[in-house]
């Protein structure tokens, strides 16, 4: 069974920071944070342990303990949606030794799921997908969850791309350069050029220029 995040102080344990993020009033913290990019904040919604293997800084904690990647995890993100404001949702799976119902926490501003026995994270993710009629983002590398995802009109970015993001943000302001998606988009734009050459210039799909829009608010 899983574990609760314990509200233990500040320790280091094998180079990776195991408390757990301070938990104050999430509501007024809400209100007061600064939007993303773009002045617009969006609901990312993060495959929790997918996100913990892809990440070498998390998977390095992961092996200490699971406990220990998901508290490292907890922070890196509480961290980024200061500076971000942006809506978290983690999801972790609980379907071998969760409990026999879904569990919800809340740590650093975030929202923490559990999925309950016998479901996987998955099937979350799903249900907040479909739910969820704000502007949506999906951290995972899972192929499965990514066309779910796209097949009703939300982005999704790869697990390890998102985790180099946070890492990039946390060490200091980012470059335009630094924005997932932007050297694809640079592709697209010299084959259209290209294009341009030979024939009528093909003009990108809206959902992609959705997906971009999005990732750049990161």
Known sequence: MHEKKPTSPTARRGGCMTHSPPV?????????????????????????YNLIRQSDTLRCCERISLEEGRRALVRSLADYRKLRGHRITVVFDGWEGGSPTEERDRAGGLEIIYSRLGEKADEVIKRLV?????????????????????????????????????????????????????KQEDKDDDCRAAAKQKGPARRLSKQKRTALARIRKL
Do not use: Y
């Open 24 to 48: 104050g009033n999430d509501f007024l913290q809400n209100r007061c944070l600064s939007k993303g990019a773009e002045g617009v904040s969006m609901h990312i919604i993060v495959d929790g």
């Open 130 to 182: 479909t739910a969820g009629s704000d502007e949506i983002l999906v951290v995972t590398s899972d192929r499965e969850i990514v066309t779910f995802a796209a097949r009703r009109g939300k982005t999704s970015i790869a697990s390890r791309a998102f985790a180099e993001r946070i890492e990039r943000i946390a060490a200091g302001p980012l470059s335009d350069t630094d924005t997932p998606g932007e």
